[in-house]
């Protein structure tokens, strides 16, 4: 489509960026393939593979790990598919015979092969299952396994399937402490697809990176050595990111020449007149009115409720919209899908949950309330629209947020920069740990198994043994606990399980929330938004990992409030940075949630605040940290009170550019400020990782502290508001309300600061 004359003609529009449509480059189908193969795929209307499904199905074939890294929609599931199809094609043709793989193994001597597909999540691990299923030579058993499959569907999967679709935390929680039930599988694993790889990042990326070098480890005891094929649409450095994540020293092949085609795409940068959100709810609705289907992303669950209602009251069309997000109770979920795929949808408002590959064709549209946090993101959000030959329109509204501002004033970081690089520590020892806790009790810890787990494993596992966790023997480390050691580490820091939102008069569940943000969302007095409707909640009980709820009509929202504190623990490394010293290191947060404001739905005016006795949360993370001299104090003249004003801002406005120089979003990283703090006995801006053990980010912080903090002083000089807003240091997740904030003496002190 092309872009609409209201659209393009409307004074909002600051930027338009036009890709023409691309033609595709198509290659031979590799003479490896067997015929059988070859006829199940151009029977399913494949006539010819392009060239990068042929490289990377080739490099595959050859037992070479492959980082794979083509635009959305290039057709990468082919790559992969292509050589385990050839692989798995004897245990077709033998299921279609009739006969057991062991029964044909002991009269011919033919070896069993399998292969292993895992999925951040489970709807795209059935999405690809459907796709495998419609591309497959008949006889060939293809399987899904997950938290959701039954008994005889896992037994199945185990003993019968050549190819299993399934995520990390099935692996981790399920098949790894079974593996002698499922050595059969994983002694004739062949190949191993990590899907959406740019996803495993930071502290859930070093996790999986665990439970992926525990699957090493296991299938090299039971005789396999799988080839892994990493896929992602938005990567850079692949091979490097690739081979940390798998534990392997060089760097994996990359393919990243897309040769499929693409058609014609306009991107739009879009400035606000009012707030993001109520604009793109008005983009929803136009754009549904003028007959595309559209997926609208937006930054929280809340937003997406409030975006799809919105544009429901502005449609005049009578077409439909929903929300769509994290939360919901899958069967929920897949109709939402299902509907989107039909066309009974023509719009959805939805988190980052619909993000990843899940195939939803002949999309026209896509807004995004808010820049996403990472390029990545943007540029996969981004190509969820126009699949086939359909031209796409994407359409990035601005909020008010430093990032956001800074974006639109130098469109350049978007389209002129590659993406990020993949933040990954797979040695933090908070990860490590528990890993190798969980392997030693899978089997005993050999010093060879440095490796799969690295150069500090046993530096870690010594460590491990003195706390009494793992017992050391002349020959390894051995675990002697009588409870799962996998059930003590939480691949995706949602603390536990989440705590269930149940409807009080009938037990109804509703949905669910994770633990790490309950006390902030589901507190006594909090309003809870699900599927348009608005919840009260009447009790939360943390303790039962429930939340209470009745359904109200009110006319205000609910923000939180709390307070944070940081001792350091630990300096890693320091070093000038302008007028001041920057540091890194281990730190401990202790963060409580006080109370919260009711505000306005209408103008967001605060009506009140109410007090809530809550527990104080403790963990230990990584931080780097600012100090400011004595000296720089004393020439900035200002009073105890205007100091802790300026830092304050200033910590806002950098935590809010930190995703322009680290794949993170604000979310993910916190910050605290004080005009003395008691550890280092100065002036002092903390940001920090939001992780217990860390995320990378913050030590990302240290290393580009210049660029980022000119950034943050650029975006507080240029900002055109007189006393600080959202474009500059306004904080959405300030636990104080915003309160004590001065913009014109933040950007004096980054000013004196850098010199």
């Known amino acids: 489509m092309a872009i609409p004359g209201w659209l393009a003609h409307d004074p909002r529009v600051v930027c338009v960026r036009h890709r023409d449509a691309l033609d595709g480059q198509c290659a031979e189908w590799p003479t490896w393939l067997p015929g059988s193969v070859r006829d199940a795929v151009t029977g399913a209307g494949i006539e010819r593979p392009w060239l990068h499904q042929v490289m990377a199905a080739d490099a595959a074939w050859a037992g070479q790990h492959v980082a794979v890294s083509t635009a959305t929609a290039s057709g990468k599931s082919l790559g992969y598919l292509l050589p385990i199809m050839a692989a798995t094609a004897v245990r077709a043709q033998v299921a279609s015979l009739g006969v057991t793989t062991g029964d044909l193994r002991s009269r011919l001597g033919v070896a069993r092969h399998t292969a292993l597909y895992l999925a951040p999540t489970k709807a795209l691990a059935h999405d690809q299952w459907a796709a495998a299923r419609k591309l497959g030579p008949s006889g060939w058993q293809v399987s899904c396994l997950d938290g959701d499959s039954s008994s005889m569907e896992r037994r199945f999967a185990r003993d ?11 692996l981790h929680r399920s098949v790894l402490p079974n593996h002698s039930q499922w050595s059969g599988f994983l002694g004739s694993l062949r190949y191993v697809v990590v899907d959406e790889a740019h996803r495993y990042r930071g502290v859930f990326g070093s996790q999986v990176s665990g439970v992926l070098r525990r699957l090493r480890r296991l299938c090299h005891a039971y005789g396999a050595d799988p080839v892994f094929v990493l896929t992602s649409a938005t990567a850079s450095d692949a091979g490097r990111s690739g081979a940390l994540l798998i534990g392997e020293n060089d760097p ?13 795409r306009d991107v739009v940068l879009w ?17 549904v009115d003028d007959g595309q289907q559209v997926i609208t992303f937006v930054a929280s669950r809340t937003q997406a409720e409030l975006i799809a209602l919105r544009a429901t009251d502005r449609i005049g069309s009578g077409r439909r919209v929903a929300s769509y997000r994290s939360g919901y109770l899958a069967g929920d979920r897949r109709e939402l899908e299902s509907r989107l795929r039909s066309g009974q949808l023509a719009g959805v408002a939805a988190t980052n949950a619909l993000e990843l590959g899940i195939d939803i064709t002949g999309l026209d549209a896509v807004v995004m309330a808010g820049f996403p946090g990472t390029l990545g993101s943007f540029w996969q959000q981004s190509g969820r629209a126009g699949r086939g030959d359909r031209d796409a329109l994407v359409v990035m ?12 004033d130098h469109p350049e970081f978007i389209f002129d920069r590659p993406v990020e690089q993949t933040v990954l520590h797979p040695q933090n020892p908070y990860v490590l740990g528990p890993q190798l806790a969980a392997a030693a009790q899978e089997a005993p810890l050999k010093p060879a198994d440095e490796r799969w787990f690295g150069p ?5 596992a010594g460590t491990l043994s003195e706390r009494g966790v793992l017992r050391a023997r002349p020959s390894g480390w051995f675990w002697t606990k009588d409870y799962r050691a996998v059930d003590e580490i939480d691949l995706r820091g949602s603390h536990d399980h989440p705590v269930e939102i149940v409807e009080a008069d009938t037990g109804r569940v509703l949905g669910s929330v994770d633990h790490g943000a309950a006390d902030r969302t589901v507190h006594e007095g909090a309003v809870y938004l699900h599927q348009g409707e608005q919840w009260l909640v009447v009790q939360y009980l943390p303790d039962e990992s429930v939340a209470l709820v009745r359904s109200v009509e009110l006319p205000y929202y609910t923000q939180p409030l709390g307070t944070s504190e940081v001792r350091v623990v630990h300096t890693q490394a320091q070093r000038r940075c302008g007028n001041g010293v920057i540091c890194r290191g281990e730190v401990e947060l202790s963060s409580q949630v006080t109370g919260y404001l009711r505000r306005d739905s209408l103008t967001s005016d605060v009506w009140d605040e ?33 100091l802790g004003a300026a830092v304050h801002a200033a910590e806002h406005t950098a935590i809010g550019l930190l995703p322009a120089f680290a794949p993170c979003d604000r979310w993910d990283i916190g910050g605290l400020s004080t005009a003395l703090h008691p550890d280092t006995q100065l002036c002092t801006i903390f940001v920090h990782d939001g ?65």
């Open 160 to 170: 019968y399937a050549s190819f299993v679709l399934s995520n990390p935390d099935m």
């Open 252 to 264: 994996l092949l990359e393919v990243c020449q897309d040769a499929s085609p693409h058609a014609a």
């Open 271 to 287: 400035r606000p007149a009012t707030d993001a959100p109520g604009e793109a709810s008005d983009l929803l609705a136009r754009l």
């Open 397 to 408: 509204i601005a909020r008010d947020d430093p990032l956001d501002g800074h974006l639109l």
């Open 456 to 460: 500090t494993m046993t530096s870690v």
């Open 610 to 642: 109410t007090p809530l006795e809550l527990p104080r949360r403790q963990m230990t993370t990584q931080s780097m940290w600012w100090l400011i001299p004595d000296e720089v104090v004393a020439r900035l003249s200002f009073s105890v009170a205007r």
């Open 691 to 755: 992780m217990p053990g860390g995320s990378g980010y913050a030590e990302r912080g240290f290393d580009v502290a210049e660029a980022w903090w000119r950034a943050a002083l650029e975006r507080l000089t240029s900002c055109d508001c007189e006393t600080g807003c959202p474009s500059c240091c306004v904080s959405p997740k300030c636990g104080n309300g915003n309160r004590m904030l001065d913009k014109s003496s933040a950007a004096e002190l980054l000013s004196v600061l850098l010199g």
